[in-house]
């Protein structure tokens, strides 16, 4: 990689302090770093990044490598924010016959639910970890049944649920002297997504809280991995979230292409740029009218909305829709790139990917799109807007 890495000096503080420990680097692109430690390491390597070096544990996760290595792994993935910015992942193999690795979470609490994510979804067993009740599975879901392993089952077949009962163990259940139980769910007040919360309250204030969601987790990597084309998942990734679509099919599109190399030209950057802007402004505005709502300043609320339509108007101008779903290239949009041919690279002049894979979708397109709609519905001197 030609590019200067950015990131060395944790790097170096890492080897300084556990010498002999990183067993292998590799260098996603210059600001995302993958370092595979010792598994018995795990706990001191990930604690030193987090609070010694200023990272942010974003996210971890499991997967199935024994195809790959014999084994599975553990990635705990760090957002560098001290000094430098860049992504630093901590990996461990764990032995696919003992399927155990320390936990984190006993030194940095963040870890607590991605530790049992992939207690759940690998049967993989992080040792110390203080709570070890089910996140995502339900109760009636089978035991030694894993849904993200490679070999876990055929998902035409819904397995059959092993009991009628929830038997999910709250924090203390029936409270004590000093505290009173509040339940509220497992339909949400706002009818937003199902979840249940317990809160532990002393007179009116809060003094603990539990809680169960995933009522309706709906296995998008396993589709995506099982039933989906690397070209169709975009359209899943539009639909993880009800509200920002475009936020997690960009960060999908720009996997790919860094892992096939592809350079993305400045222009289509810029076009993600904007439209990514256009979405985080609806959806916070979307947010705090909601938390006014919630607490009663219903006044607040319509005024964050009155101005979160002008974001929405602006959604519509750039890709003909009031959200900003579908911007990045999918399956419908394959039989569009192979009439179109490939664009040049801009640098070299080769032909080297299509159009929509290296430009972000179809940004351009929908924005001719929106300008049609408007020319449509544009006022007239002395008329009323009307369809031509």
């Known amino acids: 990689m030609s590019e200067e890495k950015l990131g060395q000096q944790y790097l170096a503080a890492l080897y300084q302090a556990f010498p002999g420990v990183v067993l292998d680097e590799a260098w996603q692109t210059k600001d995302q770093l993958t370092l595979t430690v010792k598994v018995n390491y795990l706990p001191e390597v990930v604690e030193f990044l987090y609070y010694k070096q200023g990272g942010w544990l974003s996210v971890l996760f499991g997967n199935d490598e024994r195809q790959l290595c014999g084994h599975y792994a553990v990635y705990y993935v760090l957002s560098m924010e001290q000094g430098t910015k860049c992504w630093i992942t901590v990996r461990v193999e764990v032995d696919a016959n003992k399927l155990e690795f320390p936990s984190v979470t006993p030194r940095v609490p963040a870890a607590v639910w991605g530790e049992r994510e992939v207690r759940d979804m690998y049967g993989l067993i992080p040792v110390g970890l203080p709570d070890e009740r089910r996140l995502v599975l339900p109760d009636d879901w089978p035991d030694e049944l894993y849904p993200l392993r490679k070999d876990s089952m055929d998902y035409r077949q819904r397995p059959a649920p092993t009991t009628d009962a929830e038997t999910y163990e709250f924090i203390n259940e029936l409270g004590d002297k000093k505290n009173n139980v509040v339940p509220i769910g497992p339909l949400h007040v706002t009818s937003d997504e199902p979840g249940h919360f317990r809160l532990f309250v002393d007179g009116e204030n809060i003094i603990d809280a539990d809680y169960r969601l995933f009522y309706v987790h709906r296995g998008m990597e396993k589709l995506a991995e099982t ?13 993880v979230c009800g509200i920002c679509g475009f936020a997690h099919s960009t960060a999908y599109t720009t996997s790919v292409e860094n892992a096939m190399g592809i350079v993305v030209p400045e222009r289509a950057q810029m076009i993600r740029a904007i439209l990514l802007e256009v979405e985080r402004l609806h959806s916070h505005l979307l947010n705090l ?31 003909g829709a009031r959200k900003t779903y579908g911007s990045e290239p999918d399956r419908r949009d394959s039989s569009r790139s192979a009439e179109r041919g490939h664009d040049p690279d801009p640098s070299t002049g080769a032909a080297d990917a299509p159009r929509g894979a290296r430009t972000g979708g179809y940004a351009a397109q929908h924005a001719e799109h929106g300008a049609a709609h408007r020319r449509h519905w544009a006022p007239r001197p002395g008329n009323r807007p009307r369809l031509q």
């Open 227 to 239: 039933r989906m084309g690397y070209n169709e998942v975009t359209f899943l990734s539009d639909r």
């Open 289 to 319: 009218g909601l938390a006014c709502h919630f607490t009663g300043f219903d006044s607040g609320f319509m005024q964050f909305f009155r101005v979160r339509e002008t974001s929405m108007k602006m959604a519509e101008i750039l890709t």
